[in-house]
């Protein structure tokens, strides 16, 4: 019996005629138990991970091989171009059609901003002018990250993670450009394409030590297996401003490609980005995902 079988196992029968959410940090084997109850019961694996959608990362992204993708139906992998815009909310469009297909969803990943929104709903926020969006990235750039904290409203303030630079930036350009706080924007949030209550919801608990060593295993087969290759190919066009080059270890690659770094490094500094990632994703689990049941890994 397979790990996944063995997760199949403990998770027991779920409804077939609701939908299962299955998140998880990085390398936890989430897309396992979701390929192994497409096959047990049927239905289509639908991705939930923000930078699983690029087509540029196969390998990088650890996305389901071929193989599982012929296997049982899967929805949402590899479909976004690199330079193409993409959001949650574009997210929550391509998924509104499968919730109510043929298929029964099985959706899986470890960005909690989807699961929330999916599940709570999704402020809609108008668009910020891109000269805002250049005049948030200089400052940034220039180590502005606690001025610009400083800046936010004390609702939103209070509700982000002010050492993360891409959510200040997001709350500070939306304050700057409609005047009222990213908070109060959410607090008008419209009703859940899928209420918690109508789906079965599963978070994977992993524990620390157990998810590191699995990480840095992964990131080195990865780069082995092809994701140096996938850096090398976008390497001409790389716009490090692009949500799609937020894939982790991305950068690193890119640095040794230029010479700027060794490989074994790179690896280094690949793994421990996705470590660091998974950190923080399993804080956001925690804290963020009351009324999910926990399934403890390995």
Same mark, same amino acid.
């Given at each position: ?5 063995? &997760?199949?196992?403990? !998770?027991?029968? @779920? +409804?077939?005629?609701? #939908?299962? *959410?299955? %998140?998880?940090?990085? /390398? ?89 929104? &999916?599940?709570?709903? !999704?402020?809609? @926020? +108008?668009?910020?002018? #891109?000269? *805002?969006? %250049?005049?948030?990235? /200089? ?70 030590d157990w998810l590191a060593a699995r990480i840095d295993a992964r990131f080195a087969a990865m780069v082995a297996g092809g994701a140096l290759e996938e850096v090398r190919a976008a390497l001409p066009g790389w716009d490090p401003r692009r949500p799609a080059s937020r894939a982790l270890g991305a950068g ?47």
């Amino acid at each position: 019996m397979t790990g996944a079988e063995r &997760l199949l196992d403990r !998770l027991g029968p @779920v +409804p077939r005629d609701r #939908p299962v *959410l299955i %998140a998880g940090p990085t /390398a936890s084997g989430k897309s396992a138990l979701a390929l192994a109850l497409a096959r047990r019961d049927g239905g289509v694996v639908v991705n939930a991970d923000a930078l699983q959608v690029y087509a540029c990362w196969r390998v990088l992204t650890a996305r389901p091989a071929p193989e599982d993708e012929a296997a049982v139906p899967h929805a949402l992998y590899g479909h976004v171009a690199a330079e193409a815009p993409w959001s949650v909310g574009h997210w929550l469009r391509a998924v509104a059609p499968l919730l109510a297909g043929p298929l029964r969803p099985i959706v899986v990943g470890g960005t909690g901003l989807y699961f929330r929104a &999916l599940t709570q709903g !999704l402020a809609e @926020v +108008p668009p910020v002018p #891109p000269a *805002l969006q %250049a005049e948030a990235e /200089a400052r940034l750039a220039a180590g502005g990250l606690a001025a610009m904290a400083a800046e936010l409203d004390a609702a939103t303030a209070a509700r982000i993670d002010l050492a993360n630079p891409a959510r200040v930036r997001r709350a500070w350009e939306v304050l700057r450009a409609t005047g009222r706080g990213l908070a109060q924007w959410q607090a008008a949030t419209g009703a859940p394409l899928l209420p918690l209550g109508q789906a079965t919801a599963v978070v994977l608990e992993a524990p620390r030590d157990w998810l590191a060593a699995r990480i840095d295993a992964r990131f080195a087969a990865m780069v082995a297996g092809g994701a140096l290759e996938e850096v090398r190919a976008a390497l001409p066009g790389w716009d490090p401003r692009r949500p799609a080059s937020r894939a982790l270890g991305a950068g690193a690659l890119v640095a040794h490609l230029r010479g700027a770094m060794s490989l074994a490094d790179a690896v280094a500094a690949g793994a421990q980005a996705t470590r660091a990632y998974a950190k923080r994703q399993r804080t956001w689990f925690r804290n963020a995902m009351p009324g999910w049941r926990r399934l403890p890994m390995p």
